[in-house]
C-alpha cells in the first residue's frame, strides 16, 4: 500500500489530496491536511477519485467505429489510421476543414495546456472551438481590454478583504471559478468572522446565499443594469477614489458620462433590485476599508455578459481595490515567464479573423462554440471536413444537440480524444483515451494564474504506465505529427522537442528574462533527464517568477525541488503588480475601452421594453456532487433524489398548476424538455432553475450509471443563434420559456 500525495484536478480549487493505493486501485482519498493551499479540505468528488478511475466504462483502449459498433484496437493501427485517414484531408482541402474542440478538462491536464497548443500549432485551422465560449470569454474580453492580456483577471482577495459582492457564483457547489482558493466555504465563513461582510447578488437563494450576510435577488441577464446603478451613485454621491491606481487609469471620464442617465432610479424597474438597495451597495463598497466585487458564470453567459465582467472591474477600480490587499489582485504564478511585465503591450486585438459562414469574430484565438455545427455542414472552402475534440462534450454542453449531433455525422472523420463513449464521442470513428490519473504528472498551469495566494504544487505520476496505455499528451503530440505531414506513426519526440524548443527560444530572446541572453543548447542540456509535460514545466518553473534562472538565483525555484515538497510550497499572499502587469498599448488601465462603451446604448435599448413579456426565465445551476456533464457515472455521486429537476417558485407553480414531483414541460422556439418539478422558494418569482451538463440515456453512448440517472439536456432550450454580441459566447442564462404541466 502507498500513500500519494496529489493536487485535484476535478475543478478549479486544486485541493490537495492524500491518495491511498495499491498500484492502481484506490482504496481511500481524503484530503491532504499538510497541503499549503488546501489544508485537508476535500469535497466528495475529490474523494471519488478511486471510483472515477476503477469506472469499468471509463475507456482504455483506442476504440474504431464500424457504423454502430466499436472495435477495441491497438495503439499502432489508431497512428496507422490516423495517418491515412486524418492528413489526406489537410492535404486535399487545407488546414481549415480540420475543426478542434477542446473541452473544459484541457484546463485541469499538463497535456491540454502544453500539447494542445502544439496540436493548434501544427495544423493552422482556423477552426478553433473551446468551452470558453459557453464559460468565461466575456471576463476574457473585458480583462483583456482593461488591463490588456486574455488572462491578466484580477482576483478578489477574499482572505484579506473586508467586503465581498457575489454577483452569479456559487462557491458553495462550483467550489471557486476564476477565483482558485481551496474551501472557500471556510474562507467566506472567516472572512465574515472576522467582521467582513458578504452580499451575493443570485436569482437564486443558493447555499452561499444562505451562508452569507445578504442575499438579493436579481432578474437574470441584468447585472450590468444592477451595476451601472452602483457606478451612477459612486459618481452622484462622489464616492470615487482610485487610491493606488491613482495616475495609471484612463477613461475615467467617459465612464462617468455614460453612467449619467444610468441612475439606480432608472434601472431598479429592469433588475428588480430596488433603487435603495443598489445606492447602498455602492455605499458599503465605497465605505469598506476594503472590498471586491466578484462576478462569475451568471454574469457571463447572458445577455449582457461581457458588459457585466466589464462593470464589476470598474466598481473594482472607481473604489480603489484594484490591485491592493482586500481588493482584488493579481497573482504571481511560478510559471510567469520572468521579463514578460513590462507594464505595457499589443492588447488584446479582437475580430483577426472571422468565422465563414455567419461572420462571428475570433476572440483569443477561437471562434464561438455556436459557429461549430454550421462550419460542419455548410459546403464551400475551409468547409470542416474532420473534427478533432479533445475532453469536451459539446453535445451536451453547448445549445442545440441535435443540431451538432446531426452535424457530426457529416463529417469524413471524427477523432475523440476522451475517456468515455458518450453524447459526443459516439459520433466520432476513433476515440483515443488518455492515461489512468495516477500515471500522469500533474501541475496547474492555468489556476495558479487565477488563486488567492502564489503556491507551487507538483504531482508526479504515482504509477507507471502499462505496456498498452499511451499518456495522453504523446496522443496530442502525435496528433500534431500527423496534421503536420510528419506522421502519427512517427512519434511524440519531435513535437515535444519543438514544443520546449519554443519556450527556450523565447525565454533567451526575451529582455528582462532570467536566461536572457543565455545558449539554448546549454539550458535545454540541464533537462535532457526529463521529457514531456515534466521538462516543460521544469523549463517554466526556472524561468519563472520564482524561478533560478538556470543557477542565476541558487535560491530559486525549481522543478527538482518541488519533487521533494509533495504538499507543495507557499509562495505568499498576492502583492501589487501595477502598472507593471498592464499590456494595453496606452499602459493604463483602460477603464473605458471603446468597444464596451459602444455596448451600452443595446444595455439603454432594453429599458424602454416591457419588463413583462409573460415568459419564465431560465437559469442553470451546479451541484457539488457533479461536474458539467461527465461524473454522471460514478454511482456514489449520483444516487439519492435526482439533481435534474425543474425548481419553481410556489406562486409559478400555482399560477401553472405544477405539484412537487410532477412533471413539467418547458419550452420555447428552440427546443423542449420535460422534466420532474421542485418546488422552492429559493428561486425568484418568474425564474426556474434547470442544471446542465445532464441528458444522458443515449443507447449510442457507454455510460451504464449516467444512463440510470439521465436528466433532461438544459441546452436543448438555448439556441444556437442567441448569443452576446462582444464574445460570441452562448446565452445559457436568463433563457425565456414558457412552463406547462403534463
Ligand atoms: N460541483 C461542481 N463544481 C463545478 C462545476 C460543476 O459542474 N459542478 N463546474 C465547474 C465549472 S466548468 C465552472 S465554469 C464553475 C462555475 O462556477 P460558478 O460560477 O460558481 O457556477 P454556479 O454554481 O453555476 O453558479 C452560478 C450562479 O449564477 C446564478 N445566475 C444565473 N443567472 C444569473 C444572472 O443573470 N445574474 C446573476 N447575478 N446570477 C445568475 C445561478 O443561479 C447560480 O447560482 O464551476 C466549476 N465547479
Ligand atoms: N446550460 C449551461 N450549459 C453550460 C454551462 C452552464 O452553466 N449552463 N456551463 C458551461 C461551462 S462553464 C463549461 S466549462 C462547459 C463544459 O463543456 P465541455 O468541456 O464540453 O463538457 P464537460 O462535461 O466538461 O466534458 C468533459 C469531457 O472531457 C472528458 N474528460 C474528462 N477528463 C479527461 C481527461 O483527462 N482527458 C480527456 N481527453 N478527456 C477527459 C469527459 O469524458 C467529457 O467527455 O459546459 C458549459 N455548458
Ligand atoms: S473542491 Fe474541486 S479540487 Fe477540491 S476535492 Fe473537490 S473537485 Fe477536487
Ligand atoms: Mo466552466
Given at each position: 500500500?502507498?500513500?500519494?500525495?496529489?493536487?485535484?484536478?476535478?475543478?478549479?480549487?486544486?485541493?490537495?489530496?492524500?491518495?491511498?493505493?495499491?498500484?492502481?486501485?484506490?482504496?481511500?482519498?481524503?484530503?491532504d491536511?499538510?497541503?499549503?493551499?488546501?489544508?485537508?479540505?476535500?469535497?466528495?468528488?475529490?474523494?471519488?477519485?478511486?471510483?472515477?478511475?476503477?469506472?469499468?466504462?471509463?475507456?482504455q483502449?483506442?476504440?474504431?467505429?464500424?457504423?454502430?459498433?466499436?472495435?477495441?484496437i491497438?495503439?499502432?493501427?489508431?497512428?496507422?489510421?490516423?495517418?491515412?485517414?486524418?492528413?489526406?484531408?489537410?492535404?486535399?482541402?487545407?488546414?481549415?476543414?480540420?475543426?478542434?474542440?477542446?473541452?473544459?478538462?484541457?484546463?485541469?491536464?499538463?497535456?491540454?495546456?502544453?500539447?494542445?497548443?502544439?496540436?493548434?500549432?501544427?495544423?493552422?485551422?482556423r477552426?478553433?472551438?473551446t468551452?470558453?465560449?459557453?464559460?468565461?470569454?466575456?471576463?476574457?474580453?473585458?480583462?483583456?481590454?482593461?488591463?490588456?492580456?486574455?488572462?491578466?483577471?484580477?482576483?478578489?482577495?477574499?482572505?484579506?478583504?473586508?467586503?465581498?459582492?457575489?454577483?452569479?457564483?456559487?462557491?458553495?457547489?462550483s467550489?471557486?471559478?476564476?477565483?482558485?482558493?481551496?474551501?472557500?466555504?471556510?474562507?467566506?465563513?472567516?472572512?465574515?468572522?472576522?467582521?467582513?461582510?458578504?452580499?451575493?447578488?443570485?436569482?437564486?437563494?443558493?447555499?452561499?446565499?444562505?451562508?452569507?450576510?445578504?442575499?438579493?435577488?436579481?432578474?437574470?441577464?441584468?447585472?450590468?443594469?444592477?451595476?451601472?446603478?452602483?457606478?451612477?451613485?459612486?459618481?452622484?454621491?462622489?464616492?470615487?477614489?482610485?487610491?493606488?491606481?491613482?495616475?495609471?487609469?484612463?477613461?475615467?471620464?467617459?465612464?462617468?458620462?455614460?453612467a449619467?442617465?444610468?441612475?439606480?432610479?432608472?434601472?431598479?424597474?429592469?433588475?428588480?433590485?430596488?433603487?435603495?438597495t443598489?445606492?447602498?451597495?455602492?455605499?458599503?463598497?465605497?465605505?469598506?476599508?476594503?472590498?471586491?466585487?466578484?462576478?462569475?458564470?451568471?454574469?457571463?453567459?447572458?445577455?449582457?455578459?461581457?458588459?457585466?465582467?466589464?462593470?464589476?472591474?470598474?466598481?473594482?477600480?472607481?473604489?480603489?481595490?484594484?490591485?491592493?490587499?482586500?481588493?482584488?489582485?493579481?497573482?504571481?504564478?511560478?510559471?510567469?515567464?520572468?521579463?514578460?511585465?513590462?507594464?505595457?503591450?499589443?492588447?488584446?486585438?479582437?475580430?483577426?479573423?472571422?468565422?465563414?459562414?455567419?461572420?462571428?469574430?475570433?476572440?483569443?484565438?477561437?471562434?464561438?462554440?455556436?459557429?461549430?455545427?454550421?462550419?460542419?455542414?455548410?459546403?464551400?472552402?475551409?468547409?470542416?471536413?474532420?473534427?478533432?475534440?479533445?475532453?469536451g462534450?459539446?453535445?451536451?454542453?453547448?445549445?442545440?444537440?441535435?443540431?451538432?449531433?446531426?452535424?457530426?455525422?457529416?463529417?469524413?472523420?471524427?477523432?475523440?480524444?476522451?475517456r468515455?463513449l458518450?453524447?459526443?464521442?459516439?459520433?466520432?470513428?476513433?476515440?483515443?483515451?488518455?492515461?489512468?490519473?495516477?500515471?500522469r504528472?500533474?501541475?496547474?498551469?492555468?489556476?495558479?494564474?487565477?488563486?488567492?495566494?502564489?503556491?507551487?504544487?507538483?504531482?508526479?505520476?504515482?504509477?507507471?504506465?502499462?505496456?498498452?496505455?499511451?499518456?495522453?499528451?504523446?496522443?496530442?503530440?502525435?496528433?500534431?505529427?500527423?496534421?503536420?505531414?510528419?506522421?502519427?506513426?512517427?512519434?511524440?519526440?519531435?513535437?515535444?522537442?519543438?514544443?520546449v524548443?519554443?519556450?527556450?527560444?523565447?525565454?533567451?530572446?526575451r529582455?528582462?528574462?532570467?536566461?536572457?541572453?543565455?545558449?539554448?543548447?546549454?539550458?535545454?542540456?540541464?533537462l535532457?533527464?526529463?521529457?514531456?509535460?515534466?521538462?516543460?514545466?521544469?523549463?517554466?518553473?526556472?524561468?519563472?517568477?520564482?524561478?533560478?534562472?538556470?543557477?542565476a538565483?541558487?535560491e530559486?525555484?525549481t522543478?527538482?525541488?518541488?519533487?521533494?515538497?509533495?504538499?507543495?510550497?507557499d509562495?505568499?499572499?498576492?502583492?501589487?503588480?501595477?502598472p507593471?502587469?498592464?499590456?494595453?498599448?496606452?499602459?493604463?488601465?483602460?477603464?473605458?475601452?471603446?468597444?464596451?462603451?459602444?455596448?451600452v446604448?443595446?444595455?439603454?435599448?432594453?429599458?424602454?421594453?416591457?419588463?413583462?413579456?409573460?415568459?419564465?426565465?431560465?437559469?442553470?445551476?451546479r451541484d457539488?456532487?457533479?461536474?458539467?456533464?461527465?461524473?454522471?457515472?460514478?454511482?456514489?455521486?449520483v444516487?439519492?433524489?435526482?439533481?435534474?429537476t425543474?425548481q419553481?417558485?410556489p406562486?409559478?407553480?400555482e399560477?401553472?398548476?405544477?405539484?412537487?414531483?410532477?412533471t413539467?414541460?418547458?419550452?420555447?422556439?428552440?427546443?423542449s424538455?420535460?422534466?420532474?418539478?421542485?418546488?422552492?422558494?429559493?428561486?425568484?418569482?418568474?425564474?426556474?432553475?434547470?442544471p446542465?451538463?445532464?441528458?444522458?440515456?443515449?443507447?449510442?453512448t457507454?455510460?451504464?450509471?449516467?444512463?440510470?440517472?439521465?436528466?433532461?439536456?438544459?441546452?436543448?432550450l438555448?439556441?444556437?443563434?442567441?448569443?452576446?454580441?462582444?464574445?460570441?459566447?452562448?446565452?445559457?442564462?436568463?433563457?425565456?420559456?414558457?412552463?406547462?404541466?403534463?
Open positions: 500500500m502507498s500513500v500519494t500525495y496529489r493536487t485535484c484536478h476535478l475543478c478549479e480549487a486544486t485541493c490537495g489530496l492524500e491518495i491511498h493505493h495499491e498500484g492502481r486501485r484506490i482504496s481511500l482519498v481524503r484530503g491536511r499538510d497541503d499549503v493551499f488546501s489544508g485537508g479540505f476535500i469535497c466528495p468528488k475529490g474523494a471519488s477519485l478511486g471510483k472515477l478511475e476503477d469506472d469499468p466504462d471509463r475507456l483502449n483506442p476504440l474504431l467505429r464500424h457504423g454502430e459498433t466499436w472495435e477495441e491497438v495503439w499502432d493501427d489508431a497512428w496507422k489510421l490516423l495517418d491515412e485517414r486524418l492528413r489526406p484531408i489537410v492535404d486535399r482541402h487545407g488546414p481549415d476543414s480540420v475543426g478542434v474542440f477542446l473541452g473544459n478538462p484541457n484546463a485541469h491536464t499538463l497535456a491540454g495546456m502544453l500539447y494542445g497548443r502544439v496540436l493548434l500549432q501544427a495544423l493552422r485551422t477552426n478553433v472551438f468551452a470558453g465560449t459557453l464559460d468565461q470569454v466575456p471576463k476574457q474580453v473585458a480583462a483583456g481590454l482593461m488591463f490588456g492580456g486574455g488572462l491578466t483577471i484580477p482576483i478578489p482577495d477574499v482572505d484579506r478583504t473586508h467586503y465581498l459582492l457575489v454577483l452569479g457564483a456559487n462557491p458553495y457547489e467550489n471557486g471559478s476564476l477565483l482558485t482558493a481551496p474551501d472557500l466555504p471556510g474562507r467566506l465563513r472567516r472572512l465574515r468572522e472576522r467582521g467582513g461582510r458578504v452580499v451575493v447578488v443570485d436569482p437564486r437563494r443558493t447555499k452561499t446565499a444562505d451562508n452569507a450576510d445578504e442575499h438579493v435577488f436579481i432578474r437574470p441577464g441584468t447585472d450590468a443594469h444592477m451595476l451601472w446603478g452602483i457606478v451612477h451613485t459612486l459618481f452622484d454621491e462622489d464616492l470615487v477614489d482610485l487610491g493606488h491606481a491613482d495616475g495609471w487609469v484612463s477613461g475615467v471620464r467617459d465612464v462617468r458620462e455614460s449619467r442617465d444610468l441612475s439606480p432610479d432608472a434601472m431598479a424597474p429592469r433588475c428588480g433590485v430596488s433603487a435603495d443598489i445606492r447602498r451597495l455602492a455605499r458599503e463598497l465605497a465605505g469598506a476599508p476594503s472590498a471586491a466585487v466578484y462576478g462569475r458564470i451568471g454574469t457571463c453567459t447572458q445577455e449582457f455578459g461581457t458588459q457585466a465582467s466589464w462593470l464589476v472591474d470598474v466598481c473594482n477600480v472607481l473604489t480603489g481595490n484594484l490591485d491592493r490587499a482586500g481588493g482584488v489582485m493579481f497573482p504571481s504564478p511560478a510559471t510567469e515567464p520572468t521579463g514578460s511585465a513590462r507594464g505595457r503591450g499589443r492588447g488584446l486585438k479582437l475580430g483577426r479573423r472571422a468565422s465563414r459562414v455567419r461572420g462571428e469574430p475570433e476572440r483569443l484565438g477561437e471562434l464561438p462554440a455556436v459557429c461549430m455545427a454550421e462550419e460542419i455542414t455548410t459546403p464551400g472552402e475551409g468547409q470542416i471536413r474532420a473534427l478533432v475534440t479533445i475532453a462534450n459539446p453535445v451536451l454542453s453547448a445549445p442545440d444537440g441535435p443540431q451538432l449531433s446531426r452535424a457530426l455525422d457529416e463529417l469524413e472523420l471524427m477523432v475523440s480524444v476522451d468515455y458518450n453524447e459526443t464521442t459516439r459520433h466520432a470513428d476513433l476515440i483515443l483515451p488518455p492515461e489512468h490519473t495516477l500515471a504528472d500533474h501541475y496547474d498551469l492555468v489556476f495558479t494564474q487565477l488563486a488567492v495566494r502564489n503556491v507551487a504544487n507538483w504531482s508526479a505520476a504515482a504509477v507507471g504506465l502499462e505496456s498498452d496505455e499511451v499518456p495522453e499528451w504523446e496522443t496530442l503530440a502525435r496528433l500534431a505529427s500527423c496534421v503536420a505531414g510528419a506522421g502519427a506513426a512517427a512519434g511524440p519526440d519531435a513535437f515535444d522537442e519543438l514544443a524548443q519554443v519556450l527556450v527560444q523565447g525565454a533567451v530572446a529582455a528582462g528574462s532570467n536566461v536572457f541572453g543565455r545558449d539554448p543548447d546549454e539550458l535545454l542540456a540541464e535532457s533527464h526529463r521529457r514531456g509535460p515534466a521538462r516543460a514545466v521544469d523549463f517554466m518553473i526556472r524561468t519563472g517568477l520564482h524561478g533560478d534562472g538556470f543557477g538565483d541558487p530559486g525555484l522543478l527538482s525541488h518541488l519533487e521533494t515538497e509533495p504538499h507543495g510550497i509562495l505568499g499572499a498576492l502583492e501589487p503588480r501595477l507593471d502587469l498592464l499590456r494595453t498599448e496606452s499602459g493604463c488601465v483602460e477603464l473605458a475601452p471603446s468597444e464596451l462603451l459602444a455596448d446604448d443595446r444595455l439603454r435599448a432594453t429599458l424602454s421594453d416591457q419588463v413583462e413579456d409573460g415568459m419564465l426565465r431560465l437559469v442553470g445551476r457539488l456532487r457533479s461536474n458539467n456533464s461527465w461524473m454522471h457515472n460514478v454511482e456514489v455521486l444516487k439519492g433524489r435526482p439533481r435534474c425543474l419553481v417558485h406562486s409559478d407553480a399560477r401553472l398548476g405544477l405539484a412537487d414531483g410532477a413539467a414541460r418547458v419550452s420555447n422556439e428552440t427546443g424538455v420535460e422534466i420532474p418539478v421542485e418546488v422552492t422558494d429559493a428561486v425568484m418569482p418568474g425564474v426556474v432553475s434547470v446542465h451538463g445532464w441528458g444522458h440515456g443515449d443507447p449510442r457507454r455510460q451504464s450509471v449516467a444512463v440510470r440517472h439521465a436528466g433532461v439536456n438544459s441546452n436543448l438555448a439556441g444556437t443563434d442567441r448569443t452576446e454580441p462582444l464574445s460570441g459566447t452562448a446565452i445559457l442564462t436568463g433563457i425565456p420559456v414558457i412552463v406547462s404541466s403534463v
